[in-house]
């Protein structure tokens, strides 16, 4: 087990460029990261919901911080990739737990974290404050912190852009203080909102990637420096693995 080193995460860093986005197709397993790896991926990510439910487990920190540690040191075992871990909430009750959680990543070996800015199970996002002293905690440790702001879930970008927009940005600036190096802003689909936190965040923004939202092409346009396929490999494996097993069990043929 080795710790990050500081040059390996100012490289991972280095990826994030605004309008040449880094890619990442998310990956739930040390089999996956091989998989999108050898497609010549510059950087792999694992997705909570998929690593979890790889395991048969929930999203929201379900899956015990130990097992998805030992999951990210299987991962770096097969890839000399620089490797980011969505860790939810941060699996900590407070900072200075939040702190010693991400410390255990970077000991793993890993160059990156996500962390939200909501608690497992809940609605409504943390006060900013109390968010910013997370990620704080978190940007403490050394690793690049990409800051998951959730303030346009289950609200209508068409409606109600303007003001997400500049709560997002709110929140933009105190995790900027705080030592996060990018803003995560999912459930955002919409092209001008998305152009309009690019235009004004003081970090580098990743956007997750929606089948009916802008293209890769379109995002960089925008000003994007990362996208993330999230949950959506997993789901559509599964899906796939889904499919051909009532093909074959229905007495039909597979297509593989």
């Not at 460029?17 to 089999?31: E, Q, R, S, T």
């Not at 996500?114 to 199970?121: A, K, V, Y």
């Not at 440790?141 to 500049?166: E, H, S």
């Amino acid at each position: 087990m080795t710790p990050t080193s500081s040059s390996a995460i100012a490289a991972f860093r280095a990826l994030h460029v605004p309008g040449d986005p880094l890619i990442l197709v998310n990956i739930w397993d040390a089999g996956s990261a091989k998989a999108v790896a050898a497609a010549g991926a510059r950087a792999i990510a694992t997705g909570s919901y998929g690593v979890a439910g790889a395991q048969g487990r929930a999203d929201g920190e379900d899956f015990p911080l130990d097992d998805a540690l030992e999951n990210l040191r299987r991962i770096l075992d097969v890839t000399d990739l620089p490797v980011t871990i969505d860790m939810e909430s941060g699996y900590g009750a407070d900072p200075a737990a939040v702190g010693a959680s991400i410390s255990r990543a970077r000991e793993a070996g890993a160059a990156g974290v996500n962390i939200e800015d909501r608690l497992p199970g809940a609605s409504e996002l943390l006060p900013i404050a109390a968010a910013q002293a997370r990620y704080r905690a978190a940007a403490d440790t050394g690793l690049f912190v990409n800051a998951r702001c959730d303030v346009f879930r289950g609200w209508d970008a068409g409606k109600d852009g303007a003001a997400l927009v500049a709560a997002t940005l709110e929140r933009a600036r105190a995790y900027s203080d705080a030592g996060a190096g990018s803003l995560f802003v999912p459930f955002l689909a919409d092209a001008g909102c998305i152009g309009a936190i690019c235009e004004a965040s003081p970090l580098p923004v990743n956007i997750l990637r929606s089948s009916v939202g802008p293209t890769h092409a379109e995002l960089a346009a925008l000003g994007v420096a990362r996208i993330s396929h999230g949950h959506q490999p997993w789901a559509a494996a599964m899906a796939w693995l889904t499919a051909q097993a009532e093909t074959v069990l229905g007495g039909g043929e597979p297509a593989y």
